[in-house]
C-alpha cells in the first residue's frame, strides 16, 4: 500500500538522522569513507539509506539537508519515486 509505504518510509529517514552523529547501525551501509555527496548542491551533509524493496531490488536513497534534494538509485543508475513505489508494493500471487 503507497500510503503504508510512504509512512513507514519516513519513519526510516527520522530514524537515520538521528544517527549522523552516532554510531552506525545495520540499516546504513554506506562506509563513512564514501560519504554522499548531494547531485545537486554537491553539500556533504546527505542522508543515505541502503534497503531492499518488496520485489527484491536494492535501491539507496540520498536525502540532502541542504537543499532537500532527494534521490533515489538502483545500481547506480537514477530511479524515479513512481518506480521505487511500484517495486515496494506487495506482490500478490
Ligand atoms: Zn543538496
Same mark, same amino acid.
Given at each position: 500500500?503507497?500510503?503504508?509505504?510512504?509512512?513507514?518510509?519516513?519513519?526510516?529517514?527520522t530514524? #537515520?538522522v538521528? /544517527? &549522523? +552523529? %552516532?554510531?552506525?547501525?545495520s540499516?546504513?551501509?554506506?562506509?563513512?569513507?564514501?560519504?554522499?555527496?548531494? $547531485?545537486q548542491?554537491?553539500?556533504?551533509?546527505?542522508?543515505?539509506? #541502503?534497503m531492499? /524493496? &518488496? +520485489? %527484491?531490488?536494492i535501491?539507496?536513497?540520498a536525502?540532502?539537508?541542504?537543499?532537500?534534494?532527494?534521490?533515489? $538509485?538502483?545500481?547506480?543508475?537514477g530511479?524515479?519515486?513512481?518506480a521505487?513505489?511500484?517495486?515496494?508494493?506487495?506482490?500478490?500471487?
Amino acid at each position: 500500500m503507497t500510503a503504508a509505504f510512504a509512512g513507514g518510509f519516513a519513519a526510516t529517514v527520522t530514524a #537515520t538522522v538521528r /544517527l &549522523t +552523529d %552516532g554510531v552506525p547501525m545495520s540499516l546504513v551501509t554506506t562506509p563513512t569513507s564514501q560519504l554522499a555527496v548531494c $547531485t545537486q548542491c554537491t553539500g556533504t551533509r546527505v542522508t543515505h539509506i #541502503t534497503m531492499t /524493496l &518488496t +520485489d %527484491g531490488s536494492i535501491v539507496d536513497f540520498a536525502s540532502c539537508h541542504v537543499c532537500e534534494h532527494k534521490s533515489w $538509485t538502483e545500481a547506480g543508475t537514477g530511479l524515479d519515486v513512481s518506480a521505487v513505489l511500484r517495486k515496494a508494493q506487495k506482490i500478490r500471487v
